[in-house]
């Protein structure tokens, strides 16, 4: 499976913008798919998951009631919705999925840069 990440840019805080995430290649079977994020100087964390059919969602305590993942099963794409963006939300965001019911992530996608200005 291949992941390509876009989307992510300049945003001022209080602001939103819309990750998008096409998967490509064999996707038959995934269990979930999920987005990361990896700011400067600090260890990669989860931020989002939901089931490959689209159910599920699942959000890391920080982002919850802002961020709003969803899949469109039609065009293969994962989104995360992002408002009320805080600056401690600057990072590269990844998407990847994960394979089976193990909390494994694998097929990392290049990340996209979202930097929130205070």
């Known amino acids: 499976v291949q992941l390509q990440a876009s989307g992510g840019g300049l945003a001022q805080a209080g602001g939103s913008l819309r990750l998008s995430c096409a998967a490509s290649?064999?996707?038959?079977?995934?269990?979930?798919i999920g987005w990361f994020r990896q700011a400067p100087g600090k260890e990669r964390e989860f931020v989002a998951s939901i089931s490959w059919s689209g159910r599920n969602p699942y959000y890391a305590d920080s982002v919850k009631g802002r961020f709003t993942i969803s899949r469109d099963n039609a065009k293969n794409t994962l989104y995360l919705q992002m408002n009320s963006l805080k600056p401690e939300d600057t990072a590269v965001y990844y998407c990847?999925?994960?394979?089976?019911?193990?909390?494994?992530?694998?097929?990392w996608g290049q990340g996209t840069l979202v930097t929130v200005s205070s």
């Open positions: 290649g064999r996707t038959f079977g995934i269990y979930a």
């Open positions: 990847a999925i994960r394979p089976s019911a193990i909390n494994e992530y694998t097929s």
